[in-house]
């Protein structure tokens, strides 16, 4: 057992990713030590060129020792993957996990409700990632008709119905209900209520 199980207290426990042989995982590492983390929770990852994105046993060891309510810190959101599809697969795992997130570059902490949405578009954009249509789905002619034709969910919220989804989120209607209801994805959704509290 975990010496935190017993009083349920989370961890943070820090990430550091860098090419190997140079000298920014030493720096990345001292940038957490620096943030309060400790140095025996701090996993890392050397990666090179020849070294496959999927070879990570720092951030597989992190993600075994790690509980929900635990934290997972590095110096920038780009530290947890060497690809856009990686970061965002990493943001959705440690979502489904329970694990909160903490940026120190972007200033970005699950901990504060701004924090938690930006994780959870992320986490939102890598499950549409997963859903995106085959190559040759989209090359269908019967995809291209119908796009042709203008039907399908908007892109975007005009000022109108980005109004709307406010409201009816502060009154308690769940993402998915809203999203269905003005017919866009939950992605546009989140990222429409984070731009309109960005504003303010």
Same mark, same amino acid.
């Not at 200033?107 to 930006?118: L, N, Q």
């Not at 040759?136 to 995809?143: D, I, K, L, T, V």
């Given at each position: 057992m975990r010496d935190d199980e017993a009083v349920g207290a989370g961890y943070r426990l820090g990430y550091a990713r860098a090419p190997g042989g140079s000298q920014r995982l030493e720096a990345?590492?001292?940038?957490?030590t620096d943030a309060g983390v400790e140095p025996s929770r701090i996993y890392s990852d050397r990666s090179g060129a020849g070294t496959?994105?999927?070879?990570?046993? *720092?951030?597989?060891?992190?993600?075994?020792?790690?509980?929900? *309510?635990? @934290?997972?810190?590095?110096?920038?959101?780009?530290?947890?993957?060497?690809?856009a599809r990686e970061v965002l697969s990493s943001a959705r795992e440690l979502t489904r996990r329970r694990i909160g997130l903490q940026s120190l570059r972007e *200033?970005?902490?699950?901990?504060?409700?701004?924090?938690?949405?930006?994780?959870?578009v992320l986490a939102s954009l890598a499950e549409l990632d997963d859903e995106e249509p085959t190559s040759?789905?989209?090359?269908?002619?019967?995809?291209r008709s119908h796009a042709a034709s203008g039907v399908g969910r908007p892109r975007a919220l005009d000022e109108t119905q980005a109004a709307a989804a406010e409201r009816m989120r502060a009154a308690g209607h769940p993402v998915p209900a809203i999203a269905a209801e003005l017919g866009v994805s939950?992605?546009?959704?989140?990222? @429409?209520?984070?731009?309109?509290?960005?504003?303010r």
């Open positions: 990345q590492i001292d940038t957490l496959p994105s999927s070879e990570r046993p *720092g951030w597989a060891a992190l993600l075994d020792y790690a509980r929900p *309510g635990d @934290t997972a810190v590095v110096v920038g959101v780009d530290r947890l993957g060497r690809t *200033g970005v902490d699950t901990a504060d409700p701004a924090g938690a949405m930006i994780v959870g040759e789905h989209r090359r269908s002619p019967h995809r939950r992605a546009t959704l989140y990222r @429409t209520l984070a731009e309109r509290r960005t504003r």
